[in-house]
């Protein structure tokens, strides 16, 4: 799908009296998609006709070990304590003490 122009991109092509169909790919034209399916394609034989090579045959494959999460993925990773950011201290621009701000200082003056 990368190479049709979306509708919008149509629409304006088709405003400025150009040819849509010069902007596809090669491959979306519709001489080529024609010519794709001139020939004819023979289905499978019967899986008892199959001729499978013996280390493909004992090639044994299993399911993944890890089981996934249920919920939903995480937007960011985790970063270790390390690398974490602490919060700022605040504290008031009346007496200069932590733990609260201007608004509930008790020691305003008054």
């Not at 919008?8 to 024609?34: E, H, I, M, T």
């Not at 950011?85 to 200082?105: D, I, L, M, P, W």
Request: proline content about 10%.
């Amino acid at each position: 799908m990368d190479e049709i122009p979306r509708p919008r991109a149509w629409v304006v092509l088709k405003n400025q009296q150009l040819k849509p169909g010069q902007y596809c790919s090669f491959y979306y034209k519709k001489d080529n998609l024609l010519r794709t399916y001139e020939f004819l394609v023979n289905p499978m034989p019967n899986e008892s006709l199959w001729v499978i090579p013996t280390e493909v045959l004992e090639d044994v494959v299993l399911p993944p070990k890890g089981r996934r999460n249920a919920r939903r993925p995480r937007k960011e990773k985790l970063k270790p304590a390390s690398e974490k950011e602490y919060k700022r201290a605040f504290s008031c621009s009346v007496c200069g003490q932590g733990g609260h701000n201007r608004k509930t200082c008790r020691n305003q003056p008054k």
